[in-house]
């Protein structure tokens, strides 16, 4: 297993930035693939980024394209989230999840047996 724990959220005003990060233990951070999703009030969980274990494949959400960078210090078994021009529909509970390689990007929860509890991100206008 691995145990996931999400920081840094907070509230900042519209066109401001934040930086997430979700720490691992357990087994070895850097087998897995990684990813973040977020749970606005009243919707469903949605994918944010992934990066996979290599680093090589790197996704985004139209939404977080441009605005928001995925990246992942396997020395210091972290992954991060940075956010830019913050909207306030961004405002969510963001998770990060662990999936086993060699599947590529999965949008379904599904594909991600290890999460992290949420941190939230409030964007206010």
């Known amino acids: 297993q691995v145990q996931l724990v999400e920081s840094g959220g907070g509230l900042v005003q519209a066109g401001g930035s934040l930086s997430l990060s979700c720490a691992a233990s357990g087994r070895a951070f850097r087998n897995f693939d990684m990813i973040w999703f977020r749970q606005a009030p009243g919707k469903e969980r949605e994918f944010v980024a992934f990066?996979?274990?290599?680093?090589?494949?790197?996704y985004y959400a139209d939404s977080a394209k441009v605005r928001f960078t995925i990246s992942r210090d396997d020395a210091k078994n972290t992954l991060n989230l940075q956010m830019r021009s913050l909207k306030p529909e961004d405002t969510a509970v963001y998770y990060c999840?662990?999936?086993?390689?060699?599947?590529?990007?999965?949008?379904?929860?599904?594909?991600?047996?290890?999460w992290g509890q949420g941190t939230q991100v409030t964007v206010s206008s």
């Open positions: 999840a662990a999936g086993n390689p060699g599947y590529g990007l999965r949008l379904r929860e599904s594909g991600y047996p290890y």
């Open positions: 990066i996979s274990m290599s680093s090589l494949d790197i």
